[in-house]
């Protein structure tokens, strides 16, 4: 029987129906010591009345996780009320598990399984156990039972499972309720897992084998593991206060993603949140449906046998089973947003009054858009959904606008912002229109926005507020204003609106934007101008003030008014010239801010002076290169290849015409700052993948050297304080050598030969304000490599990142003598004292290597343990054992890492994520480490994501050794690879392991 839609709340433990020991024991039938032996009878298994049928059909409900608070669904259960088991539920297991080749079921149990010793009887499934004969030409069996479960019938994937039985007692009697996986995912048992929900043994008798079970404890139990980690049980064991051989009770776990619990009768006894799959990251193997199983076996390796005291018949009673679907997560909570002063339409109408609703109605313009007020958003409790119709053009569904109308004349006028909060699909809502109209014949004016560019407050909604003087040039005569994307669609959409109304506050502050690289005129004071131009009106009568203070977001700015050239009125062409030719080689973009209350359509026209450049239009609503920051301003990023004259350009040209004053146009200004270029092709800041000396303190240094002044009387201080952009910076002083007055000649040395081998670039920063000629000679030592000029200014090697510093990426093909390399050297040599020259000093920092050649570098993080910290590491063992940093071993710098693992303890240590979006398919794994220690009857297994464990390492080394390894992949990973080292004590109770492990390192071969 298939129950879908009761509902029911969770509930406390029921404490009333708890019976006390006391009276419970008042009632408890004949002691087992007192219960006569009896002959044992031959079982007929000729008859049968359950059967199986052939062709069952699975089910596997969509059910949620259960929280605290939760209101259950019901959504499966079986309450036994019919006249015989349903074979569409019910599959009924036969034999002692010799047809899955695991006689006795893998525990020694003593039963043959038939299945009509499992009934229906007055509403309740009664399982029975008997002492009875099975004769089979193989041997005989002494007792019978049932064993009856729901696979490929009905399982089940989270949720609440639970079942209210009345348990046997007895000696050597085992009843369960449990699941198994419906298909076996990660492999045979325990692979992919076991959840026994309840089980119990001799009941009112003794412990069995290995002291467990009797009296009235119960067991809620994880099995998992397999392969490498071996069987895995995870138990919680419990002892209620009510004999649960006396009455019904229920058992119950709660599963989600993360952690199941055990319940007895609402008591929370049980809860296990850590486990491990040798197929699968966590959560794996729970993580798939399984399927229910109930049965009573008699004997095995956990009760022990029967003895002539315990009562057959013996039965387990199940008053139902049911299984429930938690609630669906709520909607993402969504930020409430904003409320206009002036309402249009409202949220709530109720609390937040339409004071300015439109005095003609909403209408749909004539597009045959729906509209219909929505109350089951989960964001708001009322919203305007509009539906695409089909236009003016029969067959085109494409067009859905909301029209608010009526208003007098000029009603916008007085307001500073409209405001509305809208959700849809990104598609359209980047393509949103916002029209305020007239009479016919009246002027109008239409903008398009992105809204999703705007404040998102979650679930897909979005806050928007857009300044009234986007619309300034018809709101004198405007009565009416439309919302919607804009028409021709291609397809059919909705989108929903609320909270529509106006405001007298202005928008708020501007977006701060982009500061660009390389400045050539920006607000902030303290930004350093890099490209110093002379600014030029281009012939007009228009003119500047490149301190315009009267802005409320950017200020200074720039502003420029319009004046008349070229026989045109209303003209603005300002040109930023006198530029080096070529200044703009090798940018990616071109960057700017501008604001401009009437921008005719909301173009403005930009090109690189010189060289016979093109003028390109730039439209401020292009979404493409313009972004509105607030308050009629908009953040500009072009791209430098849409400009045509790159190598020859001397300048920058901004252009805006307006309408001339014959035809009614009036003079006007526009403001511009934070002009420049940003992201030479070279790159900007970067950190090495692999250090040699940083000023961040977390980067870990790969690269372990000594610091000589080779020869010369040059000072250097590695945690030179006093820059105020990089700081510690390594700062490196001048001194005589070799006969030269102010030199400095400076080697990281004592490196492996060969350490650079197989890099693409050296990199460094490096400031010095008196740089000869801006260069620094840098060469490989060791093998006669040669020195070579690094020109600062070179914008194929070196990137300016402001205040003096340089970003320099050499490419290895550069250097000489890579093989034999033993150190890296910089030298820079300044004039002599006698030549007028002065003592000088210079900073480096982050100096490394980047990219080995077809991969991105080691991807372990902190594989050498040197930050004395395990993370980003993490223990993906049982919980027991430990890991630690060790200082007092190392096989490299000064620190490694220590797994100590005895009798029942897993522990691995995994790094997760490596190489994500990077690694895919066929790639091949470089995997080395060093180890050494003790292991007793136990393997270290370095285990790589996708191809299990890399070796069995049996033979742990007493003093370092290097293990290197190369592994590849059978599968894309685009979230990264997982590689782990450990050991699993856990299923070998005779197993101790002290090793420790350094200098991991995983690169792409």
């Not at 899955?100 to 009934?119: M, S, V």
């Not at 198994?180 to 959840?195: H, M, R, T, V």
């Not at 009246?442 to 003087?469: A, H, K, N």
């Not at 009036?666 to 900007?684: A, C, E, Q």
């Amino acid at each position: 029987m298939m129950l879908r839609s009761r509902g029911m709340l969770r509930y406390a433990a029921p404490l009333a129906a708890l019976c006390l020991l006391s009276a419970c024991e008042s009632n408890r039938s004949t002691p087992l010591t007192a219960i006569e032996t009896i002959d044992v009878p031959v079982a007929d298994t000729t008859t049968r009345t359950n059967f199986n049928t052939d062709s069952p059909t699975l089910e596997i409900p969509d059910t949620f996780a259960v929280r605290d608070g939760d209101l259950l669904t019901l959504v499966w259960s079986d309450e036994f009320d019919d006249a015989q088991l349903d074979p569409e539920l019910w599959f009924f297991e036969s034999g002692d598990g010799s047809q899955f080749g695991i006689p006795g079921w893998g525990n020694e149990e003593l039963q043959w399984y038939l299945p009509d010793n499992a009934r229906l009887e007055d509403g309740k499934l009664i399982i029975t156990a008997k002492r009875e004969t099975v004769v089979r030409e193989d041997g005989n069996f002494d007792y019978t039972s049932a064993r009856i479960n729901t696979r490929d019938r009905f399982a089940v994937k989270y949720g609440r499972i639970e079942a209210s039985i009345k348990l046997p007692s007895g000696q050597g009697l085992w009843p369960a309720f449990w699941m198994l996986a419906q298909d076996s995912p990660y492999g045979n048992w325990p692979s992919s897992g076991e959840i026994d929900i309840m089980e119990a043994v001799n009941l009112d008798g003794t412990p069995g084998i290995g002291g467990i079970g009797g009296g009235n404890e119960i067991f809620g139990t994880l099995h998992f593991g397999g392969g490498p980690f071996g069987r895995i049980i995870d138990s919680s064991e419990y002892t209620p206060s009510p004999d649960v051989t006396e009455d019904f009770h229920t058992y119950a776990v709660e599963w989600d993603e993360f952690e199941i619990r055990w319940y007895f009768d609402g008591i929370l006894y049980g809860t296990k949140n850590s486990w491990v799959s040798d197929a699968a990251p966590y959560p794996a193997p729970f993580d798939q449906p399984f399927y229910i199983l109930l049965n009573v076996a008699v004997g095995g390796n956990f009760p022990g046998s029967p003895n002539s005291a315990t009562p057959f018949p013996a039965t387990m009673e199940v008053d139902y089973v049911r299984v429930y679907s938690g609630q669906e997560p709520a909607a993402a909570p969504v930020d409430p947003g904003v409320i206009p002063e002036d309402v249009v339409y409202s949220s709530d109408p109720i609390n937040i009054p339409e004071n300015f609703g439109p005095p003609g109605g909403i209408q749909d313009f004539g597009s045959g858009a729906g509209f219909a007020n929505v109350l089951t958003d989960p964001s708001f409790s009322r919203v305007l959904r509009v539906t695409s119709g089909d236009a003016y053009d029969p067959g085109v569904v494409d067009v859905g606008f909301a029209a608010f109308t009526g208003y007098d004349a000029g009603f916008g006028t007085a307001y500073e912002t409209l405001v509305f909060k809208a959700k849809g699909d990104a598609a359209n809502l980047s393509n949103f229109e916002v029209k305020f109209v007239g009479a016919p014949g009246d002027p109008e004016t239409s903008v398009v926005y992105d809204v999703t560019t705007y404040t998102d407050l979650g679930s897909g909604w979005y806050q928007v507020t857009i300044p009234m003087s986007d619309f300034a040039a018809s709101l004198a005569t405007n009565t009416a204003f439309l919302l919607g994307p804009v028409g021709d669609q291609g397809a059919p959409f909705s989108f929903q609106m609320t909270d529509i109304g106006f405001s007298t506050t202005a928008v708020g502050p501007a977006d701060p934007g982009l500061i660009p690289d390389d400045v050539i005129y920006a607000t902030d004071p303290n930004e350093t101008v890099d490209l110093v131009t002379t600014i030029s009106p281009f012939g007009t009568t228009s003119q500047f003030e490149g301190m315009y203070a009267l802005d409320p977001d950017f200020n200074p700015a720039f502003e420029a008014q319009s004046g008349s050239g070229y026989g045109l009125d209303n003209i603005v062409q300002l040109g930023f010239v006198d530029l080096p030719m070529g200044f703009a080689t090798g940018y990616e973009s071109f960057l700017f801010k501008i604001k401009s209350d009437d921008l005719p359509g909301n173009t403005i026209v930009v090109k690189l002076e010189g060289g016979g450049g093109e003028y390109g239009d730039v439209v401020l609503t292009d979404t493409n290169v313009s972004t509105p920051l607030g308050n009629g301003w908009y953040q500009v990023v072009l791209p430098m290849a849409d400009f045509t004259n790159v190598a020859d350009a001397v300048g920058v040209l901004f252009e805006r015409v307006g309408p001339q004053n014959a035809d009614g146009g009036m003079p006007f200004s526009m403001l511009v700052t934070d002009i420049g270029f940003n992201n030479p092709t070279v790159g900007m800041s970067i950190i090495p993948d692999d250090v040699i000396y940083a000023t961040d303190p977390n980067e870990m240094v790969d690269l372990v050297a000594t610091i000589s002044a080779f020869g010369t009387t040059s000072m250097f201080d590695g945690a030179y304080a006093l820059d105020p952009d990089y700081n510690p910076a390594f700062e490196a002083q001048s001194g005589n050598g070799y006969g030269l007055d102010n030199i400095v000649q400076l080697g990281f040395i004592d490196l492996p030969m060969g350490f650079a081998t197989g890099y693409e670039s050296f990199v460094f920063k490096i400031k010095s304000s008196d740089l000869p000629g801006n260069t620094v000679v840098v060469k490989l030592e060791g093998g006669g490599g040669e020195y070579g000029d690094v020109v600062l200014t070179d914008t194929n090697v070196s990137t300016p990142l402001g205040n003096g510093w340089y970003q320099v990426v050499l490419p290895m093909a550069d250097f000489t003598n890579v093989a034999d390399a033993v150190g890296i050297l910089f030298e820079r040599v300044g004039p002599q004292n006698a030549d007028g020259g002065m003592p000088f000093s210079m900073l480096l920092t982050d100096i490394g290597f980047n990219n080995p050649v077809g991969g991105t570098g080691n991807l372990i993080t902190n594989g050498g343990f040197e930050t004395g910290l395990l993370d980003p590491w993490a223990d993906f063992g049982n919980g027991m054992g430990t890991i630690t940093v060790s200082a007092a071993e190392a096989s490299e710098g000064t620190n490694s890492v220590n797994i100590v693992a005895g009798d029942s303890q897993t522990v691995f240590l995994r790094q997760s994520g490596l190489g994500a979006g990077t690694v895919m398919n066929g790639d091949t794994l470089n995997i080395s480490f060093d180890l050494k220690g003790t292991a007793t009857d136990v393997p270290v297994l370095p285990t790589l994501e996708g191809t299990g464990v890399i070796e069995t390492i049996t033979a742990v080394p007493a003093d370092w050794m290097p293990f290197t390894y190369q592994v590849t992949l059978g599968a894309d990973f685009p979230g990264g690879v997982f590689f782990e080292i450990g050991v699993p004590c856990g299923p070998v109770p005779t197993c101790s392991a002290n090793i420790f492990i350094d200098n991991v390192i995983v690169t792409i071969q």
